[in-house]
């Protein structure tokens, strides 16, 4: 059974940082692409980043881009978001998602999903 399990959300101040884990357990990083989404109050799940084992360059969503940095240590089966200079704007719950093979950014393509930590970034 695949399950994934989140950790490392908190109350930061604008500016601020936080590296969100993902646990991973019942498959291997070979053959699943590990997706973080996220999602506001009143507002869509989005897409944050994505890896697989098809392609070792992590996508980024534009609005995370040159401040998250998405890393894997396959020996722990467990996958990080680093977020830097953290924004008001990127308060939400965050998850991580699994899925067979290749990233998508759409969260209906991922079928094992973790149940989401809660990020807050004050002004």
């Known amino acids: 059974e695949v399950q994934l399990v989140e950790s490392g959300g908190g109350l930061v101040q604008a500016g601020g940082s936080l590296k969100l884990s993902c646990a991973a357990s019942g498959f291997t990083f070979d053959d699943y692409a590990i997706g973080w989404f996220r999602q506001a109050p009143g507002k869509e799940r989005e897409g944050v980043s994505c890896i697989s084992s098809l392609d070792d360059n992590p996508y980024y969503a534009d609005s995370v881009k040159g401040r998250f940095t998405f890393s894997s240590d396959n020996a722990k089966n467990t996958v990080y978001l680093q977020m830097n200079s953290l924004k008001p704007e990127d308060t939400a719950v965050y998850y991580c998602?699994?899925?067979?093979?290749?990233?998508?950014?759409?969260?209906?393509?991922?079928?094992?999903w973790g149940q989401g930590t809660q990020v807050t970034v004050s002004s």
């Open positions: 998602a699994a899925r067979l093979l290749s990233c998508s950014y759409y969260p209906v393509d991922f079928n094992s």
